[in-house]
């Protein structure tokens, strides 16, 4: 098989929202099909990525660096023994002539392509994306629902304490158990009332909310918190400090009891070595959020797990962010701790199949061939335009 042509675009993702670091007014995304010379019913076969959100489209280095290498591959550099289409390969050629480090340049860039790559991968192979994982990099065994929780609860204008319980209650009525909000954009007095109000939707049960305070607090203000939300017995506390601040994070793990969650914003196997090793990270609580479509697609995060495993982290401790199909797959594959939803932010690319249902907060995965993006129509309709 050959990949004939590739075809990049950039859509927005954006809206009113805040977190306690960056509003979403001007979010965007980068999307790419990966057109192949294999037929089926007529039609070409075409594997499709995008690149999460929170990082901005990366369309300059696709177009300069990342596609031209693929797309200049000597014929055969992207197959495997049996004649199949390798994202390992694929990764070492858009890879070539990048020096270490730095990560966060290219790597959504990367993960973008890996992302259409194993679309395409499973999709030539018939098969869904979490069956061709589990097949080739797992132990052929997949989960076959994956635990989801919702986030949202963000900073909006004229957003009240009574819009956040109602936002949060359709979450429940949803299918979800546990809900996550944001938190650090606000005084602490401010964001333990909007605690307090999200925790009375809950029944009080503060194993079902997770705060998110998107990397804002210096240490005092991680600690000052920290005592306040102990007693809650949250879920989670996540991406307390800055993301490459691992002194910071450890001082947290040894006074704050509960989980901490983290590593959205580390985007290799480096990064996310040195949380482990320096971050204090603690393998029987804490959980981590490396998204695969950020940090250089799957074959980078599957060295992530196999370093995770040789630190005594199970998989079950992963849950990536990004509350999106690919990493849905890769958590049902990989034997995950779950992965992230959005139920209403980030539209067309976030979320699930139109037809997936939340049920005791798991999801199901579907029998499309590929990720499925297949069955959600309104961003299936922005992917076509980008190469029919
Ligand atoms: O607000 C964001 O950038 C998204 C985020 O942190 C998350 O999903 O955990
Ligand atoms: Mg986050």
Redesign the pocket.
């Known amino acids: 098989m050959r990949i004939v042509s590739a075809h990049e675009g950039v859509i927005p993702i954006s809206s009113s929202m805040s977190?306690a670091?960056?509003d979403?007014s001007t979010m965007d995304c980068s999307i790419l099909a990966l057109v192949s010379d294999v037929v089926v019913d007529g039609k070409p076969l075409v594997g499709y990525g995008f690149n999460s959100?929170?990082r901005y489209s990366a369309g300059e280095i696709l177009r300069r660096r990342i596609l031209p290498r693929l797309m200049d591959a000597p014929e055969g550099a992207l197959l495997d023994e049996a004649g199949d289409l390798s994202p390992s390969f694929a990764w070492e050629a858009m890879m070539r002539n990048e020096k270490p480090g730095g990560h966060g340049e290219r790597s959504v860039a990367v993960g973008v392509v890996d992302m259409a790559l194993h679309d395409l991968a499973a999709k030539v192979a018939g098969v869904p994306l979490y069956r061709w994982i589990s097949d080739h990099y797992g132990d052929g065994d997949p989960d076959d629902s994956v635990f989801v929780y919702a986030?949202g609860g963000?900073y909006a204008p004229g957003k009240s304490d009574r819009d956040l319980q109602d936002e949060m209650r359709r979450f429940l009525d949803a299918g979800y158990d546990v809900v996550?909000m944001?938190i650090g954009g606000a005084p602490l007095a401010e964001d333990l009332r909007r605690i307090e109000a999200v925790l009375e939707v809950l029944g009080g049960d503060g194993s079902r909310l997770a705060v998110?305070v998107?990397g804002r607090f210096d240490l005092d203000t991680a600690l000052e918190y920290a005592r306040a939300l102990d007693p809650y017995d949250l879920f989670w506390y996540?991406?307390v400090g800055d993301p490459l601040d691992y002194r910071l994070n450890a001082t947290l793990s040894e006074q704050y009891k509960n989980p901490i969650a983290t590593g959205?914003n580390l985007f290799s196997l480096q990064d996310a070595r040195n949380l482990v090793r320096y971050g204090g990270m603690r393998p029987d609580r804490d959980y981590i959020?490396i998204d695969p479509a950020l940090s250089y697609g799957l074959v980078e995060y599957r060295r992530i797990q196999d370093m995770l495993s040789q630190h005594g982290w199970s998989s079950r401790r992963c849950i990536p962010?990004?509350?999106h199909q690919f990493s849905l797959h890769i958590a049902a594959a990989l034997k995950l701790g779950g992965n992230?939803s959005?139920p209403g932010e980030f539209q067309p690319t976030g979320g699930f199949a139109d037809d997936a249902v939340v049920e005791g907060s798991r999801v199901a995965l579907d029998d499309r061939p590929g990720i499925g993006f297949e069955g959600k129509a309104n961003f299936l309709e922005v992917l076509r335009e980008l190469h029919e």
């Open positions: 977190n670091f960056i979403f959100n929170g986030a963000y996550k944001k998110d998107n996540e991406e959205e959020q962010h990004g509350g992230e959005y």
